[in-house]
C-alpha cells in the first residue's frame, strides 16, 4: 500500500480492528487530535490578542498619562489595604440581602401562582409588585428609599440609618426580578406533576411545598446564582445614599489623592468575589444541562 | 343499559364534560360495580382519558353526576381530596416525582395525607415492592429505571394509599412490547386481589382476558357495553365493529 490512507478493503479492516500504537480506541485518538488542535489554536489567539493590546495600547498619544492616573503602582499598594474594611461593608450587606431577597422573592412568585378567589388580593398586589418595582432602575429605588424612608422618623436610630434602607431597597428590587425567576421555575414543572401530586390526595399547598417548589428550586440554581453575582456588584449603589462602602470609599481617595488608581483598587476587590462566584454559576449550569439533556452537542 | 349491580361502587350518570365548543364526555352513564374490571376501549380522542381524569375530580364536569357509594362527588364545591384518597390513578406518563426515591415516591401520600407515621409507612411499601418484584430498587430515582419498572412503581405508589377504585389511564401506551408485559402481570394481580378497577387501554388482547366488562367509547358517548366474549366476537353495533375491524386490521388484537 502507497497512499497515506488505506483504500483497499482489507487495509481499512486492519486499520478498524487492529489497536493503534497509543492502545486508544480509534474515537479517542481522533478527539486527542481534535483536543490538541483546539488548544493550539485557542492558545496562539489569545497570545495574539494579548500582544496587541500590550503593543498598540501604549502606543497612544496619551498612554502615559492615563496610566500614571489609572495604574499607578505606589497609590494602588496605598489605596488597597484602605479599600479591605469598607468592602467588608459591601460583603455585609451582600451576605445579609441574598437570603432575604430568595425568601421574600419565592413568596411573591407563589403569591402570583395562587388561583384561590380569596387570595386574589394578594395576587393582584404580587403582580403589582413585580411590575412597578422592575420598571424603574435600582438606583432610582436606593435613592427614593434611602432619602425618604429615614425622614419618617423624628429619632435617629439603627432603623434611620441609610444603609439599612439601601439594603431594604436592594432586597425589594432583587425580589421582584428574582420572583420572575422563581415563576418560570414553578412554571416550568409539568402540569402531570401536579396531577400525580392531587390524585394522591395531596392539597394543592401540599403539592406546591413537595413536589413543584424542590423541583422548581432545582432548575433555577443556575439563574438565581447570576442575580447574586449582579447583586454583589450593584451592593456598590448603596453608597450613593451615604455609606461608606468600597466604592464611595475609593471615591474618597480618588479625591485625596488626585489619582484614578483606587477605583482600579475596588475594581479587583469586586472582581475577587465575583469571578469565583461566576465560575460557580457556570459549573452549575454545566451540571444542570449534563443532567437533563444527555449528550452535549458541539 | 341498564345497571348491572343493585348497588354501584361508582356510577357516572349523564356525564358531560367539553373543552370549548367540543364535547368530550357526551352524556356517559356507566356503573362499575365492587370488585369490578371495566375497560375502556375506543379510538383516541374518544373521552377514555377524560373519563378517568373526571372521576378523579382532576377535571370538573359541567353536567351530570359521578357517585361513589352513593355519594355525589362531582357536585360542585365538594372537596376532591377526600375523594382522591380512595381513588388510586396511574397515568400513562408515569408521573412520578423524580427528585425523589422511590420509596419516597411511595410513602409521600400516606405520610402526608394519612399521617402514617414513617416507619410503618415504609414498611408497607417495601411489602409492596417485593410483591411486585422491585424490592432492590426502593433507593433508586425514576431516572435510573426501565419504564415498565417506572410503571409499576406508580401503580404501587397509588395501591400505597390502599384505594378502594384503581383506575388505570393507558398505562402501558408508553412502554416497548417487551415491558409491556410485567405491567399488565402487576394489573392481573390486582384483580387476583379484588381491586375494582377502570381501565383505558388499547391492548385488545389484554380487555379481553382481564374484564368483567368491556365499554366502548366513540365520540363522547358509551356506545355499547357487554361481557368481553360478546363485544369482540359479537358486537351489536356498527361503530363498535368498524372499530375492532381496524384493530384487527393494524394486529393489535
Known amino acids: ?298 | 343499559m341498564s345497571a348491572i349491580h343493585p348497588v354501584a361502587k361508582l356510577r357516572l350518570d349523564r356525564v358531560r364534560k367539553s373543552f370549548g365548543d367540543r364535547v368530550v364526555l357526551d352524556d356517559v352513564t356507566l356503573d362499575v360495580g365492587a370488585h369490578e374490571v371495566v375497560c375502556l376501549i375506543g379510538a383516541s380522542g374518544s373521552g377514555k382519558s377524560t373519563m378517568l381524569r373526571c372521576i378523579n375530580l382532576l377535571e370538573p364536569i359541567d353536567d351530570g353526576s359521578i357517585w361513589l357509594d352513593g355519594v355525589d362527588i362531582a357536585e360542585p364545591g365538594h372537596d376532591p381530596d377526600p375523594v382522591r384518597r380512595r381513588v388510586g390513578m396511574v397515568f400513562q406518563s408515569y408521573n412520578l416525582f423524580p427528585h425523589m426515591s422511590v420509596l419516597r415516591n411511595i410513602t409521600l401520600a400516606p405520610t402526608k395525607v394519612l399521617r402514617r407515621p414513617r416507619a410503618e409507612a415504609e414498611q408497607t411499601a417495601h411489602e409492596l415492592l417485593q410483591r411486585f418484584g422491585l424490592d432492590d430498587k426502593a433507593g433508586a430515582f425514576p431516572d435510573q429505571l426501565s419504564g415498565g419498572q417506572q410503571q409499576r412503581v406508580a401503580i404501587v405508589r397509588a395501591l400505597a394509599m390502599q384505594p378502594e377504585i384503581m383506575l388505570l389511564d393507558e398505562v402501558t401506551a408508553a412502554l416497548d412490547p417487551v415491558l409491556v408485559g410485567e405491567v399488565l402481570n402487576v394489573i392481573r394481580d390486582m384483580r387476583g386481589l379484588g381491586m375494582t378497577m377502570v381501565l383505558a387501554t388499547h391492548e385488545m388482547g389484554f380487555a379481553r382476558e382481564i374484564s368483567d366488562r368491556v365499554c366502548f367509547l366513540h365520540q363522547g358517548r358509551v356506545v355499547e357495553q357487554g361481557p368481553p366474549e360478546q363485544m369482540f366476537s359479537a358486537p351489536e353495533r356498527p361503530e363498535t365493529h368498524d372499530f375492532l375491524a381496524r384493530v384487527i386490521a393494524s394486529g393489535r388484537l
Not at chain 1, 475594581?267 to 459549573?283: E, N
Request: glycine share 6%; with cysteine.
Open chain 1, 1 to 298: 500500500m502507497t497512499g497515506s490512507t488505506p483504500i483497499t478493503s482489507d487495509g481499512a479492516d486492519a486499520r478498524a480492528s487492529a489497536p493503534s500504537r497509543s492502545g486508544l480506541s480509534r474515537r479517542a485518538e481522533y478527539d486527542l487530535r481534535q483536543r490538541r488542535r483546539s488548544t493550539l489554536v485557542a492558545s496562539v489567539s489569545t497570545v495574539l490578542v494579548v500582544a496587541a493590546i500590550i503593543l498598540f495600547v501604549p502606543m497612544m498619544p496619551g498612554w502615559d498619562r492615563v496610566r500614571a492616573s489609572f495604574f499607578d503602582w505606589d497609590t494602588f499598594t496605598d489605596s488597597l489595604p484602605k479599600l479591605w474594611k469598607p468592602f467588608w461593608l459591601n460583603i455585609r450587606i451582600f451576605l445579609i440581602c441574598a437570603p432575604c431577597i430568595v425568601v421574600v422573592g419565592m413568596l411573591v412568585a407563589i403569591a402570583r401562582g395562587v388561583r384561590s378567589p380569596a387570595l386574589f388580593p394578594l395576587r393582584l398586589f404580587a403582580t403589582v409588585f413585580t411590575d412597578v418595582v422592575r420598571g424603574v432602575p435600582v438606583i432610582l429605588w436606593i435613592t427614593l428609599i434611602g432619602f425618604g424612608v429615614p425622614g419618617l422618623f423624628s429619632e435617629r436610630a439603627w432603623y434611620t440609618k441609610p444603609v439599612v434602607w439601601g439594603g431594604f431597597a436592594l432586597v425589594m428590587c432583587y425580589s421582584a426580578y428574582v420572583a420572575e425567576v422563581f415563576r418560570a421555575g414553578i412554571e416550568g414543572v409539568h402540569e402531570s406533576q401536579r396531577a400525580a401530586s392531587r390524585s394522591l390526595g395531596l392539597s394543592s399547598s401540599q403539592t406546591m411545598r413537595t413536589v413543584v417548589l424542590p423541583q422548581a428550586v432545582r432548575r433555577v440554581v443556575p439563574p438565581l446564582m447570576n442575580d447574586m453575582v449582579s447583586l454583589q456588584k450593584d451592593v456598590a449603589l448603596v453608597s450613593i445614599i451615604g455609606p461608606v462602602e468600597a466604592l464611595r470609599r475609593a471615591g474618597i481617595l480618588v479625591s485625596q489623592s488626585f489619582n484614578f488608581t483606587p477605583y482600579v483598587a475596588a475594581a479587583v476587590l469586586f472582581l475577587l468575589v465575583s469571578i469565583p462566584l461566576t465560575r460557580l454559576t457556570d459549573h452549575l449550569m454545566a451540571r444542570e444541562r449534563r443532567r437533563t439533556s444527555g449528550t452535549a452537542v458541539s
